[in-house]
């Protein structure tokens, strides 16, 4: 290979590099910005001048406002990543289950609360946000699934279950308890362990 393409592969590796550290740091700024203040009172302009750019250059790297919220989707998932239902479903003992699971889960809930809190206050007011819930929302349903397993219980106290189960993990009902009522995790999940074993003790 001659010195001229070595040269020219080189500077083209850089250049490369450079756009995605810019990318990245657009992707960072809109991220903490929708932690902050929220979706719907993020502006381009503020993105830009918190990643250090140019408005321009946020419209280069991200050209809808779709492209730069999925940016922002994944590098939130990937740096904030839900509890695994599976290590939940493994527990046999549904009592067991849901109290360990309720305690993951809220202290999932206490690193993350800003932006959720964010995401569903503007979920009406900016398109792109309610789409991007979709995943949360099914790992909600699919939670309340694995934590009215096992109760022995069918037809409509399985229904009762599961609508406590669901209620249980809902981030507003974390939230009012935790925030609006003061309790700390522990009690948190006590009081939402106990609506859900009230739930399944007619099963029983």
């Known amino acids: 290979m001659s010195v001229e393409k070595g040269t020219r592969r080189y500077q083209l590796r850089k250049r490369a590099d450079a756009m995605q550290d810019t990318r990245r ?8 910005l929708h932690g902050s203040v929220g979706p719907a009172r993020t502006t381009l302009s503020a993105v830009a001048e918190r990643a250090g750019v140019q ?7 991200f050209p809808t406002d779709d492209d ?16 695994d239902l599976e290590a939940w479903r493994a527990i046999a003992d549904p009592a067991e289950r849901l109290g360990l699971a309720l305690d993951e889960l809220y202290a999932y809930y206490e690193d993350t609360e800003a932006m959720y809190a964010n995401l569903l206050r503007d979920a009406s007011l900016v398109a792109p946000v309610e789409s991007r819930l979709a995943p949360f929302r099914s790992f909600l349903d699919d939670a309340a699934h694995v934590l009215a397993a096992g109760w022995g219980a069918r037809g409509g106290r399985r229904t009762l279950i599961l609508a406590a189960a669901r209620h249980a993990v809902d981030f507003h009902t974390w939230h009012s308890l935790a925030r609006d009522g003061g309790v700390r995790r522990a009690g948190v999940v006590e009081l939402a362990s106990a609506m859900v074993g009230r739930a399944a003790r007619g099963a029983r």
């Open 25 to 32: 740091r657009i992707t960072e700024a809109a991220v903490e």
């Open 68 to 83: 730069l919220f999925d940016a922002c989707s994944g590098h939130f998932a990937a740096t904030h990543p839900l509890p």
């Open 55 to 61: 408005r321009q250059t946020v419209y280069r790297h």
